[in-house]
């Protein structure tokens, strides 16, 4: 009980430090109303001449990306830690707003109802938070119990390539996956994170270093998982190494905050 009472006190204190945080969040997000246009994502995603600064930073973290990416491509991304893959990302979730320059889908400034944008996305890192309860309420976190669709639970893991793993086991379903997922492994515990970021059925998934703690065989089975998602789905898949990439139709390079095209289509069909 004391241990818990210790616990409370430093989270009680946590909030306390955030919650200036939240309540600009709070209020930038009111700043861009949900009766802007309502997103349904059909053919083109595009960073125009975008350039970012961290508040209080000396330089751009980007600086003067233009990127096209259409709907049903698998776009891969490289580069080191520092280079700005995550805060990429963070401007394509619609988290962080360019310094300079545009996000815009089919058109539209993505900020003019990020509420209605964020639906068509789904998000898969690097580690998964999965809690000790059934595959069914980890797929479909956060949905009421009453409200999950277990036809679409099953649909998901059939599409992360879970299926034989779920009918493997006597609970189906209401297997219990452990705290944190201990009773998985390392590849299993992201495909769950790929059915649960396509449990709402979005446009398009964005796997940010999610493959970066496996194995290589494990990550070759998780990114066959991956690609039977390509044409449905349209894939931002970001990643250190080049291996990850392999399968993707455009790969782009970011270094000291620039973008560069090194493979397309066409260059990997002349090798």
Request: net charge negative; charged share 25%; hydrophobic share 40%.
């Amino acid at each position: 009980m004391l241990a818990n009472a210790n616990s409370i006190r430093y989270g009680v204190r946590s909030l306390r430090l955030l919650r200036p945080d939240l309540i600009e969040a709070r209020s930038q997000q009111s700043a861009h109303s949900e009766e802007g246009n309502a997103f349904s994502f059909q053919d083109e995603l595009k960073l125009q001449n975008v350039s970012f600064r961290y508040p209080g930073g000396n330089e751009d973290v980007l600086r003067d990306l233009n990127l096209s990416i259409m709907r049903g491509n698998m776009v891969g991304f490289q580069g080191k830690s520092g280079a700005g893959k995550t805060t990429l990302v963070d401007l394509v979730l619609g988290l962080f707003e360019p310094t300079r320059g545009g996000v815009l889908a089919d058109g539209i400034s993505i900020y003019e109802n990020l509420p209605s944008w964020r639906s068509n996305i789904g998000y898969v890192p690097q580690s998964i938070f999965l809690v000790d309860d059934t595959l069914r309420h980890n797929v479909a976190f956060g949905v009421e119990d009453d409200k999950i669709d277990d036809s679409r639970v099953c649909e998901v893991l059939r599409q992360a390539q879970l299926e034989d793993f779920v009918n493997s086991r006597p609970e189906k379903l209401e297997t219990l996956v452990g705290e944190r997922g201990v009773r998985l492994s390392g590849g299993q515990r992201q495909r769950i994170g790929i059915a649960r970021a396509l449990y709402h059925d979005p446009a398009i998934l964005v796997l940010d270093e999610a493959t970066a703690a496996l194995d290589l065989d494990t990550e070759a089975e998780f990114i066959k998982a991956v690609g039977s998602l390509k044409n449905d789905k349209t894939l931002l898949i970001i990643s250190h190494r080049l291996s990850t990439l392999e399968d993707c139709d455009f790969k782009y390079q970011l270094e000291k905050g620039e973008l560069h095209l090194f493979e397309t289509p066409k260059t990997k069909a002349e090798v």
